[in-house]
């Protein structure tokens, strides 16, 4: 009979060996000739298959979105610092990617995770809310640093509109916008920031859209896929911070002594 030789790797999203790559089985020409976009191909490298039209553009409006959000964020603040000490652009933006995590960017995971456990729980806003308090977790994908509910973050309404307009269902959302009132109404910072509101469309996009069993949505919600949707998005504006650094030629950055207190 056959003797198969053992294998070091096993791969299942891409294949490089015929005429021309495949992601998921469909051959890159294909992507193109159909006019897909970037969406159709996290679609396809991420999720394993094709996702009807809203889902693929409701991916993009993510990455728009969170491609930049000015100078003074940590992750632009590190690139923009790495990239004045004379590193090269990998340098420059990983120094920036590494800022990404539970404060920064990087709370959409969690969000997500507990957002659907208290919403199934049937926990009400108060029940969740306190419940973390008492377990000292900040509730993730609430509160940001300058977007007050007088001031709301125009990211969130703009994904918000879409989910209401396109997707079958915003259950996981609308918890999400009540957990927010609740949190509004302990103090005016606590709004749903913007890894709260993919957080939770991205879990009515996965339930409601029938495309994933209940096996695959909560390996997804486990192993954590959607804070790549910030990394990726955000490494645009990380790399444009470092070519504009490099452009303007600006020398070493040096922080001024007086915006620090020195003391025992
Ligand atoms: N849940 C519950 N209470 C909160 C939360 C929260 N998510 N955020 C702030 N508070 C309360 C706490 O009582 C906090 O006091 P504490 O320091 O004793 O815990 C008080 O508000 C003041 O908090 P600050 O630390 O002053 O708030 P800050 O403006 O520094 O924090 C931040 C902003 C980091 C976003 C915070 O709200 C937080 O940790 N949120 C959860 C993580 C998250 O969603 N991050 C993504 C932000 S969006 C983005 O990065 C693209
Ligand atoms: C961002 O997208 O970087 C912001 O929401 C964070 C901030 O502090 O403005």
Do not use: L, N, Q
């Given at each position: 009979g056959k003797v198969r030789a053992p294998t070091h790797i096993i791969s299942t999203?891409?294949?490089?060996?015929?005429e021309e790559p495949r992601y998921a089985g469909v051959p890159m020409s294909s992507i193109i000739e159909q006019g897909l976009g970037v969406g159709d191909v996290i679609s396809l490298l991420w999720f394993k298959r094709s996702l009807p039209h809203y889902c693929t553009r409701f991916i993009e409006i993510c990455i728009m979105l969170c491609a930049d959000h000015g100078p003074c964020v940590s992750g632009a603040h590190n690139a923009i610092v790495t990239a004045r000490a004379g590193k090269d652009l990998v340098s420059s933006l990983v120094s920036g990617l590494l800022t990404i995590g539970p404060r920064f960017g990087g709370a959409i995971d969690d969000a997500a995770r507990y957002f659907k456990d208290a919403c199934d729980r049937g926990l009400s806003p108060y029940e969740f809310v306190e419940g973390m308090k008492k377990k000292g977790i900040r509730v993730p994908g609430i509160g940001h640093r300058i977007k007050r509910g007088d001031n709301r973050d125009k990211r969130v309404e703009i994904l918000q509109l879409f989910a209401r307009t396109h997707?079958?269902?915003v259950k996981y959302m609308e918890y999400a916008v009540q957990v927010e009132s609740y949190t509004l109404s302990k103090a005016n910072n606590l709004v749903l920031n913007v890894d709260g509101a993919i957080g939770s469309l991205f879990l009515d996009l996965l339930v409601s859209?029938?495309?994933?069993s209940k096996p695959e949505i909560d390996e997804i919600v486990e192993i954590g896929y959607l804070n790549g949707l910030f990394v990726l998005a955000r490494s645009i504006g990380l790399i444009g911070h470092t070519f504009d650094q490099k452009r303007l030629k600006q020398p070493l950055y040096r922080h001024p002594w007086e915006d620090v207190l020195y003391t025992k």
């Open positions: 999203i891409s294949d490089d060996r015929g997707f079958p269902s859209s029938g495309m994933f």
